[in-house]
């Protein structure tokens, strides 16, 4: 996933809804990044949605696959310098689309270790990261935020996932992307 549905989920604590399909989870090492990071004064803190992902991470570090990627790589080496430099406000490293570049480069990694009968789920609201995402490679399940919810609502039966949207609405004042009025529950290739 990139980390709009981490962090959105993560605002209503339902990281756990994850692990509902039953299949394992992988975030990449620069969406890990993003999710926790201070973003810096004068921006958004929610410092509590920071606090209750960094704890779930943790609490789940047997559970998932933190993929290490060359963009948290390159942006770790960044973040390194720019703190040796003494952190110039000019010269911080820049955070735009690092986590759906390291989105792309892992779902080719991991489409080359699947089985024939398995496939992977995408969770990704950046329409542009979507778009890139479907010229890399096609055949992958693809969903966004509010799709994911109402897959776990309709097909699994979570509780509280009929009105998890709502709440989300309500916690980010409305700033978050809802996605295609079309998009289906699986955004497959050639449907």
């Not at 990281?15 to 810096?40: H, K, N, Q, Y």
């Not at 792309?104 to 969770?123: G, M, P, R």
């Not at 992958?140 to 994911?148: K, P, Q, S």
């Not at 004042?173 to 529950?185: C, I, L, N, Q, R």
Request: hydrophobic letters at 40%; aromatic letters at 6%.
């Amino acid at each position: 996933m990139d980390n709009t549905p981490l962090s959105l989920l993560g605002c209503i604590e339902a990281l756990d809804w994850l692990f509902e399909p039953g299949c394992p989870v992988t975030i990449t090492d620069m969406v890990v990044a993003e999710a926790i990071r201070d973003p810096g004064d004068a921006k958004d803190q929610r410092r509590g949605t920071r606090a209750y992902i960094s704890g779930w991470l943790q609490e789940n570090r047997a559970r998932l696959t933190i993929l290490d990627t060359a963009e948290g790589a390159r942006y770790h080496r960044e973040m390194h310098l720019w703190e040796r430099a003494g952190r110039p406000g000019d010269l911080r490293p820049s955070w735009r689309d690092r986590g759906e570049r390291s989105l792309l480069s892992a779902v080719q990694v991991l489409k080359q270790a699947l089985q024939l009968d398995e496939e992977i789920i995408v969770i990704v609201d950046d329409r542009d990261a979507r778009d890139a995402v479907r010229a890399v490679r096609a055949d992958l399940t693809m969903m966004g935020t509010r799709t994911f919810i109402r897959w776990m609502d309709e097909d699994f039966g979570v509780s509280g996932a009929d009105t998890a949207w709502q709440a989300i609405r309500l916690a980010t004042d409305d700033t978050a992307d809802a996605g295609e009025d079309a998009d289906p529950v699986f955004v497959r290739s050639g449907s």
